[in-house]
């Protein structure tokens, strides 16, 4: 797999995942267990882009700098799926 194809399916699953989340806001029901949520190796994006990056991509600032973001973000979505 390339690194564009890597990088597509990442960014894929991510959208998946947000559209769950949407549908679990909207009908305010959610099979989502939030403490496995809130941690960011959890989910296809994080896994994806953790697993099948490739070890030199993984050394670059671009790739450091959304892990990061990843990290900070994803305990907002367990938030919304602890909502009763």
């Known amino acids: 797999m390339t690194t564009v194809e890597q ?11 947000k559209a769950r989340l949407r549908q679990a ?29 490739s070890p030199e991509l993984k050394l670059s600032e671009h790739y450091k700098t959304i892990i990061k973001y990843h990290a900070e973000f994803i305990p907002k979505p367990a938030e919304y799926c602890s909502l009763p």
């Open 25 to 53: 806001i909207d009908t305010g029901k959610s099979d989502f267990d939030p403490t496995k949520v809130k941690t960011d190796n959890n989910c296809d994006f994080a896994n994806g882009f953790t697993n099948e990056i």
């Open 7 to 17: 990088i597509e399916k990442a960014i894929g699953a991510h959208g998946m995942w």
